[in-house]
């Protein structure tokens, strides 16, 4: 298949299992896009965001209706891996999406997002062999609603896109690691610690990504980047970040010192 058609494919596979495979068939496309190979051209109309492809367990449900989860007991446990599974499954559906609505941006940018689906995919797997470990499978427990509303929210503006899902929703999960590596190590739970290790090392390449588009896009634009990136959370009524940050790993993916003070402050 050609890569938009694979794209395509991936991105309306509703079964789990489906969806991962087609992923990897990607490979080799991403692999020739990084040796500099042209992009073709894409024979086929991008989707409505809300045809995307999901099967039809988890229950979703609202933020508040899933109950907090510890990782002491067993219960708990899954329900975090559960929780991070359904992350890194619409984290997938989030990076096809991006590859494919907005190819016009040119090979590189279809080549990061690709790249990102790929990554996704493979964090998927990890923390499913894991919740395999403990007896359940994805689609056993309720999930939340929201994350894909940012999505279907930005479909026409790629700079809110790379502003609110990349820079906003991922970066938040890059504050969320610290207390879920604590409730892992905590528990002496090394091999989910191990699958962890490689999410959050390639969660902070895929904002750095985020942030390099999204500068990118201000600099064409001539607008600045922390006002803008500040009147898009408003005028999207998106979640601000939520202290405290993870200064670090934001540091490390292009947030610079001003923007993390006055998100902090926030
Ligand atoms: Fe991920």
């Known amino acids: 298949m050609a890569l938009f058609e694979l794209i395509d494919a991936a991105w309306r596979a509703d079964d789990v299992a489906a969806k991962c495979h087609t992923v990897d068939a990607l490979i080799p496309d991403y692999v020739a896009l990084s040796l500099g190979e042209s992009l073709p051209v ?3 109309e991008v989707p409505v965001c809300a045809d995307v492809g999901r099967p039809l367990k988890p229950l979703c449900v609202s933020p508040a209706a899933l109950p907090f989860r510890k990782a002491v007991d067993p ?3 899954a329900a975090l891996l559960h929780a991070i599974a359904h992350i890194e499954f619409n984290a997938i559906n989030l990076a096809l999406d991006a590859a494919w609505r907005f190819n016009a941006l040119g090979p590189a940018f279809v080549r990061d997002w690709v790249g990102v689906a790929i990554e996704e995919a493979y964090h998927f797997s990890l923390i499913h062999d894991r919740l395999v470990t403990l007896g359940y499978r994805y689609g056993d427990l309720p999930a939340h609603s929201g994350l894909w509303q940012l999505a279907e929210q930005t479909a026409g503006d790629v700079l809110a896109r790379m502003a609110l899902v990349p820079r906003l929703m991922e970066a938040r999960g890059l504050d969320a690691m610290p207390p879920i590596f604590r409730a892992f190590q905590g528990i002496g739970d090394k091999a989910t610690l191990r699958a962890l290790s490689v999410i959050a090392r390639d969660e902070v390449r895929h904002v750095a990504l985020g942030d390099r ?6 600099s064409k634009q001539h607008i600045p980047v922390i006002e803008t990136y500040q009147a898009l959370m408003t005028t999207y009524d998106a979640p601000w970040p939520r202290p405290p940050l993870n200064e670090a ?3 490390s993916a292009g947030f610079d ?3 993390i003070a006055l998100l902090k402050a926030h």
């Open 257 to 259: 010192d001003d923007e």
């Open 42 to 44: 894409a024979a086929r």
């Open 249 to 251: 790993a934001r540091r």
């Open 75 to 77: 219960e708990g446990r």
């Open 213 to 218: 588009w999204f500068r990118q896009l201000c």
